[in-house]
């Protein structure tokens, strides 16, 4: 027993030495930029920011080194692109070329549009939420999706009024699935 302890520790150290040599090789995963706004202007953007993001961040992390940055934002606006949903492919792609990137996701959730709903005993409102999407393949110079996804929401009480945050993220949430599939079906799948 005394002799296999060390032919044990060889091999664990061995397993050890092959493991961190193979994480040095791995190839670097690839960059996206994600160029998001928020121009719903809400008392509850944060909120709404954080839904859009956490979700992007949830679908691409594992498979992507992902990069959300205000330079990217502020590159675009100098390049004279304000409204993310007019703003066409190749503008996009130059004024970010020497960031590197092989994907770039633009997206901005717009202003929401409520309607509020009366019945005899309930009082309600619905939401809905317009984004446009973009997602571009820079290394092979195309959209791999180009839309704007368009969902709704309502809620509805008995006694009082229904808030509009909660209606609204639910609206996203719905938004996300959308994003989520073109993700994995377009992304993942090119990648």
């Known amino acids: 027993m005394k002799k296999m302890l060390p032919v044990r520790i060889l091999m664990m150290v061995f397993a050890l030495v092959c493991a961190a040599c193979s994480v040095a090789m791995a190839a670097p995963l690839p960059r996206v930029a994600v160029v998001y706004v928020n121009n719903a202007k809400t008392t509850y953007d944060a909120e709404l920011d954080d839904c859009m993001l956490t979700n992007l961040n949830n679908a691409l992390a594992k498979h992507f080194e992902v990069a959300k940055s205000d330079a990217a934002i502020q590159k675009l606006a100098d390049a004279g692109m304000?409204?993310?949903?007019?703003?066409?492919?190749?503008?996009?792609?130059?004024?970010?070329?020497?960031?590197?990137?092989?994907?770039?996701?633009?997206?901005?959730?717009?202003?929401?549009?409520?309607?509020?709903?009366?019945?005899?005993?309930?009082?309600?409102?619905?939401?809905?939420?317009?984004?446009?999407?973009?997602?571009?393949?820079?290394?092979?110079?195309?959209?791999?999706?180009?839309?704007?996804?368009?969902?709704?929401?309502?809620?509805?009480?008995?006694?009082?009024?229904?808030?509009?945050?909660?209606?609204?993220?639910?609206?996203?949430?719905?938004?996300n699935k959308g994003i989520n599939k073109v993700i994995s079906e377009k992304m993942l799948a090119a990648k």
């Open 82 to 175: 304000t409204d993310l949903s007019m703003a066409e492919r190749r503008d996009i792609m130059d004024a970010l070329s020497g960031d590197g990137f092989d994907y770039i996701i633009c997206l901005s959730v717009e202003p929401f549009v409520r309607k509020e709903k009366f019945s005899v005993f309930t009082q309600g409102i619905e939401m809905t939420a317009t984004v446009p999407f973009k997602l571009i393949d820079v290394k092979g110079d195309r959209y791999l999706y180009n839309g704007k996804f368009v969902e709704m929401q309502s809620d509805s009480t008995w006694i009082g009024s229904v808030g509009n945050k909660s209606v609204a993220i639910e609206a996203l949430q719905k938004v």
